[in-house]
């Protein structure tokens, strides 16, 4: 009865000494998996790829230009992402790969207000890096800077969005259909409505030729279709209603394409 006795005092004394063990370690083991799920997910990579044809036609004396746009982007966190254009137009019996483009963006603000709901602010900026032949090609590395806001007011949605980008020599803008040897600088407004899958709106660019003092200014209706959560089709019409240039003159810009996530 004595043996039992001890043995039974042991297991007890054994037992009572593993759970307050158990018990000591709860706090740090609880703390390592949240920093380590944290450091995981700010660095949980999100990928898409956008191709979008355009076709710009000019009036009298300009040559209609195609135009193919494959974008990669990712997101590297929720607020840094980047992306790479690599676009291909054919004009004149000019077929090639245009100046490829290489950016990113830092959503470094935003909020929510009664006035105009939730809102972002965002500021990135990259190069345009001249390839392909001589009649797309940029004469010197392009660098730009641009900005995006976005905000809920009321039922629609706004976006403005602002890039300047610095000539250092001849640049063929398709805005234009040709080349400039002028800074640009390119504003774009979108106020949009969603609808079940369906988002309707109208998009207002303008782009300003800094040092030539040229402008054109575009206005259409734009429709986005999400056919699946992670695949959308796009498709716009612009209308120049304003033009001050020294080529001949935009009649129509179209864009379709197809938007996919990763």
């Given at each position: 009865?004595?043996?039992?006795?001890?043995?039974?005092?042991?297991?007890?004394?054994?037992?009572?000494?593993?759970?307050?063990?158990?018990?000591?370690?709860?706090?740090?083991?609880?703390?390592?998996?949240?920093?380590?799920?944290?450091?995981?997910?700010?660095?949980?990579?999100?990928?898409?790829?956008?191709?979008?044809?355009?076709?710009?036609?000019?009036?009298?004396?300009?040559?209609?230009?195609?135009?193919?746009?494959?974008?990669?982007?990712?997101?590297?966190?929720?607020?840094?992402?980047?992306?790479?254009?690599?676009?291909?137009?054919?004009?004149?019996?000019?077929?090639?790969?245009?100046?490829?483009?290489?950016?990113?963006?830092?959503?470094?603000?935003?909020?929510?207000?009664?006035?105009?709901?939730?809102?972002?602010?965002?500021?990135?900026?990259?190069?345009?890096?001249?390839?392909?032949?001589?009649?797309?090609?940029?004469?010197?590395?392009?660098?730009?800077?641009?900005?995006?806001?976005?905000?809920?007011?009321?039922?629609?949605?706004?976006t403005q969005t602002a890039e300047y980008r610095f000539d250092g020599g001849e640049a063929y803008i398709t805005w234009l259909g040709a080349m400039t040897n002028s800074d640009v600088l390119t504003l774009g407004s979108n106020l949009s409505y969603e609808w079940n899958a369906f988002d309707f709106g109208v998009q207002f660019d303008q782009v300003y030729y800094v040092n030539s003092g040229e402008s054109q200014l575009f206005l259409g209706p734009v429709a986005n279709w999400k056919v699946a959560s992670s695949v959308d089709l796009?498709?716009?019409?612009?209308?120049?209603?304003?033009?001050?240039?020294?080529?001949?003159?935009?009649?129509?810009?179209?864009?379709?394409?197809?938007?996919?996530?990763?």
């Amino acid at each position: 009865m004595r043996n039992t006795n001890t043995l039974a005092s042991g297991l007890a004394i054994a037992l009572s000494t593993i759970a307050f063990a158990q018990t000591a370690d709860v706090v740090p083991v609880a703390v390592t998996p949240v920093n380590t799920t944290a450091s995981a997910s700010a660095w949980n990579l999100n990928w898409s790829f956008d191709e979008t044809a355009e076709m710009h036609t000019f009036k009298s004396g300009g040559s209609t230009l195609l135009g193919l746009n494959q974008n990669l982007g990712v997101d590297i966190t929720k607020d840094i992402s980047m992306n790479l254009n690599v676009p291909v137009y054919t004009q004149d019996d000019n077929t090639t790969i245009g100046d490829i483009s290489l950016g990113g963006s830092w959503t470094f603000m935003e909020g929510k207000n009664d006035t105009i709901g939730a809102w972002d602010l965002a500021f990135g900026g990259g190069i345009y890096i001249p390839v392909g032949s001589e009649y797309f090609r940029s004469a010197n590395v392009n660098p730009f800077i641009n900005g995006k806001f976005d905000c809920k007011a009321w039922v629609f949605d706004f976006t403005q969005t602002a890039e300047y980008r610095f000539d250092g020599g001849e640049a063929y803008i398709t805005w234009l259909g040709a080349m400039t040897n002028s800074d640009v600088l390119t504003l774009g407004s979108n106020l949009s409505y969603e609808w079940n899958a369906f988002d309707f709106g109208v998009q207002f660019d303008q782009v300003y030729y800094v040092n030539s003092g040229e402008s054109q200014l575009f206005l259409g209706p734009v429709a986005n279709w999400k056919v699946a959560s992670s695949v959308d089709l796009n498709m716009g019409v612009l209308i120049p209603v304003s033009q001050n240039v020294d080529t001949p003159e935009a009649n129509a810009i179209v864009t379709a394409g197809i938007g996919i996530k990763f």
